[in-house]
């Protein structure tokens, strides 16, 4: 799902004990995030992406278009809550019909949209993917609603 965390590393020059360190992690946490053993939690997601002005949507695989930002963004639990609740609605589905499709409950799903949790890369990648919506859009990262495609 990471396909880019390895790479971007690397053209740093940057060993994975160097990144943990950055992202104030273990080595080993990090090393299964390059390997897909673990997912990476979004809040570490969004400092990789800060510290490399790389976009959420290069990082995953989502897109080859690297958007570059200088910006710093820090996650906001009621913005990325308000923009899954939005497009869910506009797809005319419930809290429990979304539920199904990210596999996880209603209650998963109830909490996320209040902002009162955090979302799981997980489903929000899922999410991204099943809406044909950008991870950058999602988290408040870029205004784009789509995921920027090679011409």
């Known amino acids: 799902m ?18 943990a360190k950055l992202l104030k992690i273990s080595k080993s946490s ?4 390059e390997t897909g053993e673990h997912i990476i939690p979004l809040k ?3 400092t990789f992406c800060n510290l490399f ?4 949507d290069y990082v995953c695989g989502l897109t080859d278009v690297n958007i570059h930002s200088n910006k ?12 899954l609740k939005k497009i869910r609605l506009k797809n005319k589905l419930t809290q429990i019909e979304l539920a199904k499709l ?14 009162k949790t ?7 990648f899922n999410f991204a993917k099943i809406f044909d919506v950008s991870l950058d859009y999602l988290t408040g990262r870029s205004p784009n609603i789509k995921i920027i495609k090679k011409n």
Do not use: C, P, W
């Open 102 to 115: 990210l596999n996880t409950s209603q209650s998963n799903i109830s909490s996320y949209e209040s902002g």
């Open 30 to 33: 990090y090393n299964y995030f």
């Open 44 to 46: 570490h997601l969004n």
């Open 2 to 19: 990471f396909y880019n965390l390895k790479r971007i590393r690397e053209s740093y020059d940057l060993t994975q004990r160097e990144m």
């Open 72 to 83: 710093k963004y820090k996650l906001n639990n009621k913005v990325i809550g308000q923009k």
């Open 53 to 56: 002005h790389v976009s959420m």
């Open 118 to 124: 955090l979302i799981l890369t997980a489903f929000i």
